[in-house]
């Protein structure tokens, strides 16, 4: 089994930046695709950034490109996601997830943490 537990959120001003971290554990870990999307209230959950295993292929939504950037460092099971310039429309609770297949679709993933509360004033 895989956990993720995710950290970083907070409260911000528009146009400060964040970096989230996502630990996992589980001998399989290394090996999946990971990813990170995030939820308002209200709203459906959207994809933000994913990265291959490898850490060699990523992508990115377009409402984020170029602003945010996801990383990884298997050496310690843990995914970031560096968030720069943030927006109000940023403001969501924001989940890792991992599954084997590199997707933009939420159910495609197995594995989610509990996510972290990202909030940015205006």
């Known amino acids: 089994q895989v956990q993720l537990v995710e950290s970083g959120g907070g409260l911000v001003q528009a146009g400060s930046s964040l970096r989230l971290s996502c630990t996992g554990s589980?001998?399989?870990?290394?090996?999946?695709?990971m990813a990170w999307f995030r939820q308002a209230p209200g709203k459906e959950r959207e994809f933000v950034a994913a990265?291959?295993?490898?850490?060699?292929?990523?992508d990115y939504a377009d409402s984020v490109k170029g602003r945010f950037t996801i990383s990884r460092e298997s050496t310690e099971n843990t995914v970031y996601l560096n968030m720069n310039s943030l927006k109000p429309e940023d403001t969501a609770v924001y989940y890792c997830?991992?599954?084997?297949?590199?997707?933009?679709?939420?159910?495609?993933?197995?594995?989610w943490g509990r996510g972290t509360q990202v909030t940015v004033s205006s």
């Open positions: 589980g001998r399989t870990f290394s090996m999946y695709q």
């Open positions: 997830a991992a599954d084997q297949i590199m997707s933009r679709n939420p159910g495609e993933y197995d594995y």
């Open positions: 990265m291959s295993w490898r850490g060699d292929n990523t």
